[in-house]
């Protein structure tokens, strides 16, 4: 594989390099995952996610530490749909059951005439359905960068209800109602404590980022409002 050829991984997503390092980068890191399925630990744990899902799948969440341990170690693909599902309803199960079965259909109805919709329409592209339905659901957050990011993501995996209900757990219960806000408090704050963080624990580099003057929340801020989709191997998901 040479600079500037596309290659395509196992989510569909196109991989293209310019630079010399970040292509040996990716290649090393593919090749890692190539032998990592081929290694005995590996098989392991895609054993043990199936007998506990033959034991568990109608509800995993009845099992949670030991679906914590399993999930910090990687969902296998073919369970990845399946309890993302069951997470993400877990974690809205009192909203969803304060709002019905049909709310993000309704809300879905309601597009064409919403003018709430009408004011995010022209910043979305695809994903609108969703990320149309969000904003009309939660109109004090709107819409804002990394939010297509997450939603895309889930499609991959979801359907687009459930992908819609990832959307709100992860906005309004995994973290703080201001922190994915017009604002961005709550994530402004996390940078601000992860500046102090590097400075703390990697004195060097903190202080070679301020010689020539680069402020870290430039590059961290999206991993953040991405919840660090797009900076951590996704296999770990």
Known sequence: ????????????????????GLLLHYLCTELTHHYLIQAGVYEEHQKRWTIFMRQHGKDPVKSL??????????????????????L?????????REKGDYY??????????????????????DLQDILLAFCIHNPTIGYCQGMNFIAGMALIFMEPEDAFWTLVAIAESYFSPHYFDHSLIGAQ?????????????LPALSAHLEAIDIELST???????????????FQVS
């Open 88 to 96: 993400v309803r877990y974690r809205v199960r009192d909203l969803i």
């Open 219 to 233: 590059v961290t801020l999206n991993w953040f409002l991405a919840v660090f989709f797009d900076a951590v191997p």
């Open 1 to 20: 594989m040479a600079n500037n050829e596309v290659h395509v991984d196992g989510y569909g997503f196109k991989h293209v390099y310019t630079n010399t």
């Open 65 to 86: 530490p030991e679906l914590k341990t399993l999930c910090r170690a990687g969902i296998p693909d073919r369970f990845r749909k399946q309890v993302w599902r069951q």
């Open 189 to 201: 704050a996390d940078q601000q404590i992860l500046k102090e963080m590097v400075q703390e624990k």
């Open 104 to 125: 993000y259909r309704n809300l879905c109805n309601l597009l064409p005439e919403s003018p709430l919709a009408a004011c995010y329409r022209k910043q979305i592209m």
